[in-house]
């Protein structure tokens, strides 16, 4: 299984960015799809959460309103879109692959994924 994040990279505190996820190895749309992020001297934090059929998402409140997760099954690649972005949004950001079945409610719970990216870093300069 290997999940291969892109689409990081410096920007201006405002700017946009789209960072993708692509995922081998697996069936794809049984597993639920999770952002989380870890700043320096931080913890891995949540970010966002979508469902194998898209049918569910769902976000932490720092970009609730800022961010978009997507997937296309198709073509095994989940999405983050980060609009507005802040100084405090520098990080990096995996994406992780959780078993879909019954465990939404989990889905903000880093131990509940098992597979994960090697990460892509953002950094948002003021």
């Known amino acids: 299984v290997q999940l291969v994040e892109s689409g990081g990279g410096l920007v201006q505190a405002g700017d946009s960015l789209r960072l993708s996820c692509v995922v081998s190895g697996l069936t794809f749309s049984e597993y639920r799809i999770g952002w989380f992020r870890q700043a320096p001297g931080k913890e891995r934090e949540f970010v966002a959460a979508i469902r194998g059929n898209s049918f569910n998402m769902d976000y932490s409140d720092t970009v609730k309103g800022r961010a978009t997760i997507s997937r296309i099954n198709a073509k095994s690649t989940a999405y983050l879109r980060m609009n507005t972005l802040k100084p405090e949004d520098t990080a990096v950001y995996y994406c992780?692959?959780?078993?879909?079945?019954?465990?939404?409610?989990?889905?903000?719970?880093?131990?509940?994924?098992?597979?994960w990216g090697q990460g892509t870093l953002v950094t948002v300069s003021s």
């Open positions: 992780a692959a959780g078993v879909n079945l019954n465990t939404w409610p989990s889905r903000r719970e880093s131990s509940t994924y098992a597979y």
